[in-house]
């Protein structure tokens, strides 16, 4: 099982699927949020690797062309806490002068826009302003736009993050299982997760070609 100061994940972890569609809703949000601001960003930064999808449907949206990404480490697998926040691949450009907007899929500890926002800064930008389609109420750190805010804290899995995240959870079985029903079962019991038929068989399938 995943463990967090010494408590398994699974006796405590309860998981929410983001649809493809709820991320264009968030992301639409997020646009009329930042238009109603009047802030006009010179580049747009992704996190690496959640913020890919939600930076580049903002930047479709808002008709901005100027997108790049940086790279912070802090979960190792879902649900996992490594002890320490770092940017593995920093910026390389100049941004003197500029106005940034740096875009991620949640904001949960707030550690990895803490260093992300840090490192931006740095670089002497005009301004760094952060975007974010899910922010916690438990985060220490607070974006300047937020899509949706939570107050009860759940592990969100987003379409881009399927296959990580619930393909880790059941690796987790013991003994694993190549059954659908009984996978099915197991995810609904330990995380609250339901997948659609298809979904899990095709994840199932991913995972033993993996393990072969």
């Known amino acids: 099982m ?35 601001s009047d802030y006009h960003p010179d580049l747009v930064v992704a996190i690496s690797r959640g913020g890919f999808t939600p930076a580049r449907v903002l930047c479709d949206v808002l008709g901005l062309f100027n997108l790049t990404s940086i790279r912070v480490v802090h979960y190792s697998k879902a649900a996992v806490h490594e002890q320490q926040a770092f940017v593995k691949y920093p910026l390389c450009m100049d941004v003197a002068g500029q106005r940034i907007l740096l875009v991620d899929d949640v904001n949960d500890t707030g550690d990895t826009l803490k260093i992300a926002r840090s490192h931006l800064e740095s670089l002497g930008p005009t301004e760094v302003r952060i975007a974010v389609l899910h922010e916690k109420s438990c985060s220490p750190v607070r974006a300047e736009y937020v899509a949706e805010s939570l107050d009860k804290w759940h592990w969100l899995i987003y379409p881009w993050a399927v296959v990580e995240d619930v393909g880790g959870f059941l690796l987790e079985m013991t003994p694993p299982s190549a059954d659908s029903d009984q996978a099915a079962d197991w995810l609904l019991n330990t995380y609250g997760l339901r997948l659609p038929e298809d979904q899990l068989s095709h994840l199932l399938s991913l995972i033993r070609k993996r393990v072969e």
């Open 2 to 36: 995943f463990r967090t100061e010494g408590i398994e994940m699974a006796e405590r972890l309860r998981c929410e699927l983001v649809s493809q569609e709820t991320v264009y809703d968030l992301v639409y949000k997020l646009a009329e949020e930042i238009r109603a």
